[in-house]
């Protein structure tokens, strides 16, 4: 009895997926959609402490700082 009742609730619970329901797909990201501005974070070590500072702003603001946050390879 148990599993005839599970068996009508999922038949009655799934619907028939049809071709014209199919959602369009996704356009990819293009170069254009990738952020020019990135969110950078740099941590610092206090001396006379365990914790870590974190601190995160924008790329421009760091450099507006005079800060370069991501050093050359």
Do not use: E, Y
Not at 23 to 44: G, H, K, S
Request: proline share 11%; net charge positive.
């Amino acid at each position: 009895m148990f599993i005839a009742t599970v068996a009508a609730a999922i038949l009655a619970s799934t619907t028939p997926v049809s071709a014209s329901t199919t959602p369009a797909p996704a356009p990819a990201a293009t170069p254009a959609a990738v952020n020019a501005n990135p969110r950078v974070c740099i941590i610092d070590t206090v001396t006379g402490s365990h914790l870590r500072l974190r601190t995160c702003k924008r790329l421009n603001d760091w450099r507006a700082q005079g800060i370069d946050p991501l050093p050359k390879r």
